[in-house]
């Protein structure tokens, strides 16, 4: 059993309080715009997917409305407290490995992270597909029942295809996971089962490029002009222990936008 | 493009153009989001002494509060053509695909027509004392002849994308009048020429916390720092 798993609660609360949160993650702006619970852009229906800073979650139809919102704040505040630790392109590893283990602390079990160099089977690839591909490689390790498992690889799926079409999300998700030569993002696919765990399979994508990115999914890369990385997950909500911190990464995230003006004071 | 559809304004250092088609809140946010962030950029660094860094405290700024930058490309040369030509001219040579070239056009031939008929209006005043390095004396006591530029431009279509242009170099010789018209003469360019270029769109959902904030923010500013131009459709 690990660290985060044998904290009391005491301890997880005391860690969302401390917790030091980006307020921008590393773009090609260097400074793009991450405004706590105002980058939570519902794609389409909510109960579809969301951008949540550079993460694509797609929700499975059945998944409650408090578990998502769970599911979002979770991974806003993870990312945050990643980038203020880590830049993801120089230490994409450390930053995963900070990533995972503020995840474990709100009480997600993670069952199967793997994280190694990425090689298409294809010349050509878009970072899309090699995103779907990374969650369905996770679905398989999850050995989740059948249903289950093409269901979440369906919402993922899903979800690229109505990024595709809306302009606001897409760019939002561009440039929270634009790095200066690459990207950083992950895409989780969720499903909720009938006594309500939360099961979540993430695949996750970091690459540099020798050219500059303007378009993070759907560019079709020559896969010898990009170093690609992969991580995969499946992890499952302990909803009784994030119940415990939900109050308190809610403050943390609900803290002001206007954070911005004092950020940038005239 | 007649002059009727574009609204134009000096902001502290950037000369804004908007497409009157556009819709009245995203023209109020865009001319208050470019006057806050020069202001908030000017606040950290000086906007001449260190040009990069005030760049890149305008462009964080700018992202920070809402705006995702679509495109970008810089680029650093000497021009082209042979000179005299105006900033425009500058412009016009190394504008990337991304830019609007006919609103371009359109706000050149806006600022013709307004200063032909009024030469000492406010805004060209402002524009000359925001986007001009000030002089100041010499060791001599002698004013410095030598004068820096960093302009903006910004250019918002009728479908609220906004394109900014930002325009810096050096002269030997400091301007007398109009930066936007006056001349400049290659033996006179200190410094090759920098550009950058931004295609930028506005994030609805998080500008709109803000929006309240960094309008009263500017309320004591703008008499200041913003200046129609005259003969032009104002901009309220």
Known sequence: MNHEARMTHAERSAFVDRCQLADCTHSLSEHPSEMDASMLMPIEDPAQGAVVAGNLLAFAEGVSRQNKEDVMDSFLFATRAANFKFNPETHSQQWYAHFNKVLATLGWVSTNWKYSRYRSAHRRFSMERAGLEIIGSAISAAALPGPAGFAMLKVARDAVEALKTKDEPLRVFESQAKTHRGANFRMGACIESGDGTVNLAMGAVNFSATSTVTNVLFWEWNSAQVETFRGEDHLVLNSRLYADVRAGIQKRLSESALAAIEEFDI | ?236
């Open chain 2, 1 to 236: 493009m007649n002059q009727g559809l574009i609204e134009a304004q000096v902001s502290a250092g950037c000369m804004l153009f908007m497409h009157s088609e556009c819709s009245a809140l995203r023209k109020s946010d865009t001319a208050d989001s470019v006057l806050y962030t020069q202001l908030a950029a000017t606040k950290r660094h000086s906007r001449f002494a260190n040009t990069s860094a005030w760049n890149e405290a305008w462009l964080a700024a700018f992202t920070r509060f809402g705006w995702a930058l679509e495109a970008h490309e810089s680029c650093c040369h000497r021009p082209a053509r042979p000179l005299p030509y105006s900033v425009w001219g500058l412009l016009q040579d190394s504008l990337p695909a991304f830019m609007p070239v006919a609103l371009l056009s359109a706000a050149e031939s806006v600022c013709v027509r307004s200063f032909e008929r009024h030469p000492d209006q406010p805004a060209i005043g402002l524009l000359g004392r925001e986007a001009l390095e000030p002089a100041v004396a010499s060791v001599r006591h002698k004013p410095q002849a030598a004068q820096k530029v960093v302009l903006q431009l910004g250019l918002l279509d009728a479908n609220g994308g906004l394109s900014v242009g930002f325009i810096t170099f050096t002269q030997a010789s400091g301007f007398k009048g109009n930066v936007l018209f006056e001349p400049l003469q290659v033996t006179d360019l200190l410094s090759d020429v920098q550009l950058h270029f931004y295609s930028l769109r506005l994030m609805e959902s998080v500008y709109a916390p803000l929006r309240l904030k960094v309008s009263e923010a500017l309320d004591h500013r703008r008499a200041q720092r913003v200046s129609a131009l005259m003969g032009v459709d104002h901009v309220g």
